[in-house]
């Protein structure tokens, strides 16, 4: 795992491509456990043409609950979660930030431009949220939480 850099989420967070509104269904909302959380990603060591070194998870572990949790990745597959996906990036994102920059579905806002587009494989966008380039769109993704009581303090997004 390589650790990308650190978000804050509150409450309510996103798991979404970045290019689909909040209101829409593919959408993934989880109630977290309010703090900073460690993003880490995965790279695919599968020997398929084209899908090797491709990021293959993004994973967020709260600082304060997930230390255990940093050896392994979340596997609670028990909620069958799951995220959409449309333009071959996907993230995990602190609901409120995503809601107040992200102003429409359209890919073409100014948020978009200023933190999707410029990106590599993967980028921080203003400690409110992670995002990576999985490089497959029209679909879905995989999505794994490990709770504390009724909130997650522990995500993944499994892309490949």
Excluded at 97 to 122: A, F, S
Aim: aromatic residues 14%.
């Amino acid at each position: 795992m390589k650790k990308i850099g650190e978000i804050y989420l509150t409450d309510l967070t996103f798991l979404s491509d970045p290019c689909l509104g909040t209101e829409d269904v593919g959408n993934c909302v989880i109630r977290t456990i309010p703090g900073y959380y460690d993003v880490y990603i995965t790279r695919s060591q599968s020997r398929e043409i084209g899908f090797t070194n491709r990021v293959s998870n993004i994973i967020a572990f709260h600082r304060d609950y997930g230390k255990a949790m940093k050896k392994r990745y979340p596997t609670d597959d028990s909620e069958n979660l799951y995220c959409a996906v449309d333009s071959g990036t996907c993230g995990i994102f602190n609901a409120n930030y995503y809601d107040e920059h992200h102003e429409t579905n359209d890919v073409h806002d100014d948020w978009y431009e200023e933190n999707v587009i410029k990106m590599d494989d993967y980028c921080i966008t203003d400690e409110m949220g992670a995002i990576c380039s999985s490089g497959l769109g029209d679909g879905c993704y995989d999505v794994f939480a490990e709770y504390k009581e009724e909130n997650a303090y522990a995500l993944r997004i499994k892309f490949l």
